[in-house]
């Protein structure tokens, strides 16, 4: 199981709200800011970018040795990157790695909150970095150490979300689309006036699931109705998304999982899923079965939701150059794409596209649709760090609907 495939990113309804609060809590009680109704600091948006402050004595000198006789400290997703890459990092740098989970980003923000860990590299989402570093937990980059930085995607070489990346490197990108089995759906997706529409047909009552995740499950009752903010703060588009999701439970007892075997398995014919839980699915398919039966839809035109992972630096490691230089190596070609190999999820590399996935037979020829794009993350809707007060509005929609399920 991939990490998005093990647990919902939030945890889902019953944990949905603490992610938003544990980091800006520690913030309050030091004075920083409040976790009430409004986060101290800018939410990060495309059109509003966010250049995190950095204190120079907190960057390590440049040159420095990798520590001697270590062991490197991962905080890591369950099954979130690949051991064999991971082995081969400890021998080039003749130190130990050690590779602790988390299940949801809710409980790696609470062990890292109490400030007693010593983790070295963490793998956080997108809309939890402003917490990171408001509270102090993420060392600053030295980037000297990251020159494998030039063999990623431009926007990630200065995400709006950790402008000059002094926080932050790129781990994957991935979109939220359709999962559909082609021998049970007789719709065309790519025809549809609005493919996310799919779901709310009763021929495939029964067969359909959503993600056990507040953000995409309400994301995707937005986007059928055409709302297209997936960050609103509006209390009626929230209440039209969550309505929307309520006719799916009238149309019968919709599922909700991050099964990546569902669809493969025949259980599921329609199934809201992540790219790059999708890409090894065919590798699930019962003897016999052609994989090509599994289809994939994204807009074409890459608007709809696309996202990225990150890895960063904690604050509280104690093997700071070894954790620079861990960075640098999952980025570099050979290392990230041999990670892909394993993990289905895309790295941001220059050097691919989706032909050559294709031909190298890292992506099936029939879900060609779940690579990603760069251009995806110029039009794409991005679900993005919310204001607490905005984050319980969610939250609260979303339990509503999974109480009638």
Known sequence: MSRRDFLARSGGAALAVSAAG???????????????????????????????????????????????????????????????????FAARYHCKVEITTFGTMDEALAKISTGQVNFDVFWPTVDVVGQLVTGKFLRPLNHSYIGNIDQVWPQFQNPFYDQGWHYTVPYTVYTTGIAYRKDHVTQDPYSMPNGWSMLWNPAYRGYESILDDYREGLSLGLLRNGLTDLNTTSQAQITRAKNSLIELIAMDKIQINNSYTAIPDD?????????????????????????????????????????????????????PVLAHLFLNYMLEYSNAMENFAWLGYQPPQRQITPASLVKDGLVPSNLASCTVLPSYFDVGYRELELSPSVNLAWTDAWQQFTAGT
């Open 22 to 88: 544990f980091l800006l809590d520690a913030c309050a009680s030091s004075g920083q800011g409040s976790s009430t109704s409004a986060t101290s600091y800018a939410l990060a948006r495309p059109g509003q970018p966010v250049t995190w402050p950095v204190a120079g004595s907190e960057v390590i000198a440049g040159g420095l040795r990798p520590e001697q006789n270590a062991t490197l400290q991962l905080y890591n997703w369950e099954e979130y990157v690949y051991t064999k890459v991971v082995d081969a």
């Open 267 to 319: 259980q599921v014919w329609v199934q809201q899923a992540w790219s790059g839980a999708i890409i090894p699915t065919p590798s699930e398919m019962p003897k016999g079965q052609s994989p090509s039966v599994i289809g994939y839809w994204f807009p074409p035109n890459g608007r709809g939701p696309v996202n990225n992972d990150t890895m960063a630096i904690l604050s509280s490691g104690s093997n």
